[in-house]
C-alpha cells in the first residue's frame, strides 16, 4: 500500500522498510490535515506511526498565505493595520497597536498617557480573549466542552468592548498613529466595568473545572514536554516558553506604552508540558485582569486619545468641510503625501504567542520598503514534530493546542 | 548591568578586523555590517563568547535591493537578542546577484525555516542547510515573489491605477 503513496525515495519509504526488515512489523503513515476539525486550522502533518505511536512528522504549511508583506509594500502606512489584524486573529489589537507603535518609534511620536493606558486596556484584554480560547480549546479536545461553552462568553462580552471602540468585531483595525481613532465612549467602559466583574467569577470556575481535574492532568502532564534550552534553540517566546520556566516577556524586557507603570508578575512553568502551558496561560489571565484595573485606577483625567501630529493623524471631518488647514491635511494624508524619514527599525511587543516584531525599512516614500513580521508561531511551529516523537496521536493534537498555533500568524 | 555598544564594537574588530564595519545606532538598536562569507564565525563569536551571550535568534529575513551596486543586491538581516543584559543588535550581510550565504541552522536550530521562508522569498541560497525549500508557497512555483521585480497584480489589469495605492517611478 505504501508504494502507491509514497515515492520510494522518500525518507518514510526507506524507515518503513528498515522496520519491515528487522522484525516484520509494518509502519502505517497517517495523513492529519490539512483541514481536520481537530487541528483547529489548516495545517497538515503527515505522521510515521508504529500502531498508535508516532515516529516521524513531517509538517506542510502555507495553505493561508496571503503575501501580507508584497502586499504591505505597495500600500501606505495606515493601509497596513488591517493586514495585522488577519495575522493572530485571536488578539487582533495586539497586532494593530504593535504596527502604530512601529509607526510611532519611526516619526518619534509621543503617545499621551491616557492612550497609552486605553491602549494597554485594548491589548490585556486581547491577550485575555487569546489565553480563554487556548486554554477552553485545550479543554474540548482533551474531553470537556462544558468549559469552553461556559467561558466562551466572555469573548463575546470582550467584542462587545471592541465593537464599542472601533466598530469592528474580529479584525478590528483599531487605533491611528499616535493614539484611537476616537475616544472611548462612557458605554464602553460600563461594559469593561461589567466584564471585570463577571469575568474573574466565571474564569475561577474554569480553573477549579480543569487545575485539579484527573482525567485532565493525565492527559496532560509530561505531555509535549520541552526543556528550557530546547525552547530557546527554537526560537519560543511567550507563555510557551515561560512555561519551559524561562522568564522572559517583552513588557518588562522592553517596556512600550507604559507598561513600566503596572505592577504585574510573569508567571513561569517549570517542565514546559502541556498542563504547565495550562497553568501559565491561566495566571497570565488574571495579571491582565490586574494590569486593567491598575490602568483604569490610574487613568489621567481628561479625554486625551491622541497625539498632536497632524500631519498624521485625520483631522475631524466636520473640520475638513469648513477649514481649509484641515482639508489639506485630509487631503495629504488620504493621498499618502506625508513625511517619512529614511529608517531601520525593529519594535516588539508581547503578542498572545509570543514576541511579535514587526522590522520596518523605509526609503522616504508613502509605502515600506520592507516590512517584515516576526510571528512567533511561524518559529516556534518547527519544535512540532520534535515534540510529538514517541507521542500518542491524541497526544498531538492535544499538544498542538497548548502551542496555541494560529494559521493566520503562521502563514502571514 | 547593560553592555556598550563600543565594548561589542571593539571585541569584534579585535576578532574580525576587516569584516565587520559600519557600526551605527539606529533608533534603539546597535547594528552593524558583516562580510557574507563570515557571517557563521561572527554569530557563532556573538553567541558562545562569555561577554556578549547573543544567545537568542530573534529574527531573519531578506531584502532585495535592486537599485544597488552589483555587489549590494541582497541582504540578509539577522537580529540577535542576549537575555541575560537585554540587549538587541542587528546584523546586515550584503549580498551580489547571485546570492549565496551559509546557513547557521547548526547555530541556531530556530532559524531553519526563517532560512527556508528567505529562500522562498528572495531566492537566497543558504548552503549546509538541511532541507531548502520552499514552505509558504506552493512547491512547482518558480519565481520568488518578493523580489522587487515580481509584480504584485497582473500587469494586464486596467481596472486598477497603481499610482494611488503606493510606490511609483515618481513617487518612489
Known amino acids: ?412 | 548591568m547593560a553592555i556598550e555598544n563600543t565594548a561589542i564594537q571593539n571585541k569584534l574588530v579585535e576578532t574580525f578586523g576587516d569584516n565587520v564595519f559600519n557600526f551605527q545606532v539606529e533608533k534603539d538598536i546597535f547594528s552593524f555590517e558583516i562580510n557574507a562569507d563570515k557571517n557563521t564565525a561572527i554569530i557563532l563569536f556573538l553567541k558562545n563568547n562569555e561577554d556578549l551571550r547573543f544567545h537568542f535568534l530573534t529574527d531573519l529575513c531578506g531584502i532585495h535591493y535592486p537599485d544597488n551596486n552589483d555587489d549590494h543586491q541582497f541582504a540578509v538581516v539577522y537580529h540577535l537578542h542576549n537575555w541575560y543584559d537585554n540587549k538587541r543588535i542587528k546584523i546586515k550581510a550584503f549580498l551580489n546577484e547571485t546570492p549565496k550565504i551559509k546557513t547557521i541552522s547548526n547555530i541556531f536550530l530556530s532559524s531553519n525555516w526563517m532560512e527556508r521562508e528567505t529562500w522562498d522569498f528572495y531566492g537566497i541560497d543558504f548552503t549546509g542547510h538541511p532541507q531548502l525549500k520552499r514552505i509558504l508557497n506552493m512547491d512547482e512555483m518558480i519565481s520568488h515573489p518578493m523580489r522587487k521585480e515580481f509584480p504584485m497584480e497582473d500587469s494586464g489589469r486596467t481596472d486598477k491605477d497603481d499610482r494611488f495605492f503606493g510606490r511609483t517611478s515618481i513617487n518612489s
Open chain 1, 1 to 412: 500500500m505504501s508504494e502507491l503513496l509514497l515515492s520510494p525515495e522518500h525518507r518514510y519509504a526507506k524507515l518503513i522498510n528498515e522496520k519491515l526488515n528487522e522484525d516484520g512489523s509494518e509502519l502505517s503513515i497517517l495523513n492529519l490535515g490539512p483541514t481536520h476539525p481537530a487541528t483547529h486550522g489548516i495545517f497538515q502533518n503527515i505522521l510515521l506511526m508504529d500502531g498508535e505511536r508516532i515516529l516521524e512528522a513531517e509538517p506542510t504549511i502555507g495553505y493561508i498565505h496571503r503575501a501580507f508583506e508584497k502586499i504591505a509594500e505597495n500600500r501606505p502606512f495606515y493601509q497596513i493595520t488591517p493586514l495585522t489584524d488577519r495575522m493572530n486573529y485571536c488578539s487582533s489589537p495586539i497586532n494593530n497597536m504593535g504596527w502604530w507603535m512601529t509607526l510611532e518609534k519611526l516619526l518619534d511620536i509621543e503617545v499621551p498617557k491616557r492612550a497609552q493606558y486605553l491602549r494597554v486596556i485594548v491589548m490585556e484584554l486581547a491577550r485575555i480573549t487569546d489565553h480563554l480560547i487556548c486554554n477552553s480549546i485545550l479543554g474540548v479536545d482533551t474531553g470537556a466542552y462544558t468549559g469552553f461553552l461556559y467561558v466562551f462568553q466572555f469573548r463575546e462580552k470582550v467584542y462587545e468592548i471592541y465593537e464599542e471602540i472601533c466598530g469592528a468585531r474580529l479584525t478590528t483595525n483599531m487605533g491611528r498613529i499616535g493614539g484611537f481613532e476616537r475616544d472611548w465612549s462612557p458605554e464602553a467602559f460600563r461594559l469593561l466595568d461589567v466584564f471585570l466583574e463577571e469575568f474573574p467569577i466565571a474564569w475561577k470556575e474554569f480553573e477549579n473545572l480543569f487545575e485539579r481535574n484527573r482525567i485532565f492532568i493525565d492527559r496532560t502532564v509530561d505531555v509535549g514536554a520541552i526543556t528550557a534550552e530546547q525552547a530557546m534553540a527554537y526560537g519560543f517566546t511567550g507563555p510557551n516558553l515561560r512555561a519551559a520556566g524561562v522568564d522572559y516577556d517583552v513588557r518588562v524586557a522592553q517596556p512600550y506604552s507604559s507598561y513600566e507603570d503596572f505592577d504585574f508578575i510573569v508567571p513561569v512553568g517549570k517542565s514546559g508540558d502541556t498542563y504547565d502551558r495550562f497553568c501559565v496561560r491561566n495566571a497570565e489571565v488574571w495579571e491582565s485582569i490586574s494590569i486593567i484595573k491598575q490602568a483604569l485606577e490610574k487613568m489621567p483625567a481628561g479625554n486625551e486619545y491622541h497625539a498632536e501630529v497632524p500631519d498624521y493623524y485625520l483631522p475631524p471631518k466636520e473640520d475638513v468641510y469648513h477649514n481649509m488647514e484641515s482639508l489639506i491635511y485630509h487631503f495629504k494624508i488620504v493621498m499618502g503625501e506625508v513625511p517619512v524619514p529614511v529608517a531601520e527599525i525593529y519594535h516588539p511587543v508581547e503578542g498572545g504567542n509570543g514576541e511579535l516584531g514587526f522590522y520596518l525599512v523605509t526609503d522616504g516614500s508613502r509605502t515600506p520598503y520592507r516590512l517584515h513580521f516576526r510571528r512567533p508561531c511561524f518559529i516556534y511551529y518547527q519544535a512540532y514534530p520534535e515534540m510529538i516523537k514517541g507521542a500518542l496521536l491524541s497526544d498531538a493534537i492535544v499538544i498542538l493546542s497548548s502551542l496555541n498555533v494560529i494559521a493566520g500568524e503562521l502563514d502571514a
